[in-house]
């Protein structure tokens, strides 16, 4: 299997749609296009934002770990109201890989992802499964977080967490700003 880098551009567009006599906002894709392509042993470029056009460089070989890990947050111990983000990451892997899903851009580029026998995503992206967070609230739950996320970040991967409540979002920021 030959491993792939690439880095895409996207942009979303809002346009507002008359629905049942009222104006709803409908935000969407407009584009998604891939920039820069590389083989197995060539360094590459991707930006880790539209906005800022910050690069990020990854070296991406036969023997490394992929360019992105997916990393599970089940937290919801700081929810205010309702529970149940806890049980989003494993609900996310699945729509992922339902039949119903593909892993191609609207243009048609692979993002470099195939499903195993096991269930399991190869290629660009590596599932690094959840981080043990049962029990931990507070201070120990956030360090957790933050010492997960900057362990796959000194291996040179980009990191996408899945599920948990907001409160994950400021220990995987401080771990990204380290």
Known sequence: MKARCCMLAARFSAIHIRHGGRW???????????I????????CQMTDSAMTGKKLAIQKTATQRPPLALI?????NNSTFLTGPRLAPPLIRAA???????MFAETGTDLGHDINADGGMTGLWQDAGDLALRGLSGKPAFDAIHDGIAD??????AVISLGGDHSVTWPAVMAHAA
């Open 72 to 76: 599970g947050l089940p937290q919801d």
């Open 24 to 34: 709803r906002r409908q935000i969407f894709w407009t584009s998604i296009r891939q």
């Open 96 to 102: 992922m890989t339902s039949p119903s899903a593909n």
């Open 36 to 43: 820069m392509p590389t083989g197995a042993n060539e360094r």
């Open 152 to 157: 796959r970040l000194a291996d040179g991967q």
